[in-house]
């Protein structure tokens, strides 16, 4: 699968990728009001400023999703309705856990919406562990909203090191 920088002209695609993304698991699990806060607009602003950091599955101009690494952070990752199942996502965050380990990231972590089952044991699946839940302080037009969400950690360099008063 070819995964690769995502091209400026490919932006209102990527934020088609994510609205509807958004819009299949969220609405129903999450506020209103931050569900009207997650326009078309907003996820265009949103790549538009990330637009370094998105990776993209597809060939140029053709996207079939997309993930963004943010410091420690797996910090979004979705696919196209019809990728769904083809193994877009897997490449997508073995290509994310790829370029967290080459920035010198042990532990990574991910909000995952408390009640979205489907990405939840897709991280599972893939060796992400569930550690508990945490507020998360989410970026909207409105300011800053704070949702609890689960918190994901994935191990990526291998065990801990022994810490030095062993």
């Known amino acids: 699968m070819n995964i690769r920088s ?13 609205y509807q993304g958004w819009r299949d698991a969220h609405p129903q699990i999450l506020p209103a009001e931050l569900a009207r806060d997650r326009t078309l607009e907003s996820f265009l602003a949103r790549l538009d ?34 990728s ?3 193994g877009v996502a897997a490449a997508l ?10 920035e010198g990231v042990r532990r990574a972590w991910l909000a995952c919406a408390i009640g979205n089952e ?6 599972e699946k893939n ?25 994901y950690e994935k191990n990526l360099a291998g065990p801990a090191e022994p810490s030095l008063s062993s």
Not at 118 to 123: D, G, L, M, P, T
Not at 128 to 150: C, N
């Open 84 to 86: 769904r199942g083809a």
């Open 93 to 102: 965050i073995a290509d994310a856990e790829t370029r967290l380990v080459l």
């Open 49 to 82: 400023g990330a637009l370094a950091d998105v990776r993209v599955a597809g060939p140029p101009g053709e996207p079939a999703g997309f993930a963004i690494v943010k410091n420690d952070e797996l910090y979004q990752l979705y696919v196209s309705r019809q």
């Open 6 to 18: 995502a091209e400026k002209s490919e932006i209102n695609q990527l934020a088609q990728i994510w």
């Open 127 to 151: 060796g992400w562990h569930r550690v508990g839940s945490m507020t998360s302080i989410l970026e909207t037009a409105s300011g800053p909203f704070s949702l609890v969400v689960w918190r």
């Open 118 to 123: 489907r990405a939840a044991r897709f991280y």
